[in-house]
């Protein structure tokens, strides 16, 4: 499969929902679907990062925290990447985010940065 296609799915709460940030990241903004991660809560966390700053505007971003209690849940959206933006996503993302693979309340996979 081409690394052009759009082949991946990430969940995203946060600074990948602004359009400033997707078309900095991406080139484009990503089309996405409301979804619902449930098992985790969000938190906030100060950035250092002076590009990550300068770009969303926020020096305090949230960052997901499992619990693993299914009544814990955050709604966010689905962003249909292409692989290549996925690394690009990865590269934006500082280090105190990790990408794991879940699967959402409705059933399907994605991926989503985690703290």
Known sequence: MSTTATSERLFSYGTLLL??????????????????????????TEIEDTRVVA????ATHPVLRRTGNTSDKVTGRVLALTLDELDAADEYEVSLYTRVAVVLQSGRDAWVYVG
Request: aromatic share 10%; glycine share 10%; hydrophobic share 35%.
């Open 19 to 44: 359009p400033q940030v997707q078309l900095d990241v991406f080139g484009r903004r990503i089309d996405s679907t409301k979804d619902v991660l449930a098992g985790y809560h969000v938190q906030y």
């Open 55 to 58: 770009l969303s505007g926020l």
